[in-house]
């Protein structure tokens, strides 16, 4: 499975953005998606993933503010981010695992190359 990521930006404070992770290769069927972002010097973090049948799950800290979805049909999965903060500029990755929707990164077997969200203040 080859996973693109894209949607990336930047964005004021307050503002919103639409990620979107297009997959190739194989359909996704079974896989439950992952969206995490990573700044520099810092562990990669959770933020949100959805099963195959689109049951969600968020970190908290997120919750509220991001939504994500999947389009099956589409082989794609998207992440809707409002009420950005300067704090959630990284680089945002997409993941896809067999496990079913888990924040531990590395039960995630396939990587999209990431898109950078820069939030200004």
């Known amino acids: 499975v080859q996973l693109q990521a894209s949607g990336g930006g930047l964005v004021q404070a307050g503002g919103s953005l639409r990620l979107s992770c297009a997959a190739s290769?194989?359909?996704?069927?079974?896989?439950?998606m992952g969206w995490f972002r990573q700044v520099p010097g810092k562990e990669r973090e959770f933020v949100a993933a959805?099963?195959?049948?689109?049951?969600?799950y968020y970190t908290d800290s997120m919750k509220g503010r991001f939504v994500i979805s999947r389009d099956n049909a589409k082989n794609t999965v998207y992440l809707e981010m409002n009420s950005l903060k300067p704090e959630d500029t990284a680089a945002y990755y997409c993941?896809?695992?067999?496990?079913?929707?888990?924040?531990?990164?590395?039960?995630?077997?396939?990587w999209g190359q990431g898109t950078q969200v820069t939030v200004s203040s």
């Open positions: 959805i099963s195959w049948g689109g049951s969600t």
């Open positions: 993941a896809a695992t067999t496990w079913g929707p888990r924040a531990d990164p590395s039960k995630y077997l396939y």
């Open positions: 290769g194989r359909t996704l069927e079974s896989y439950a």
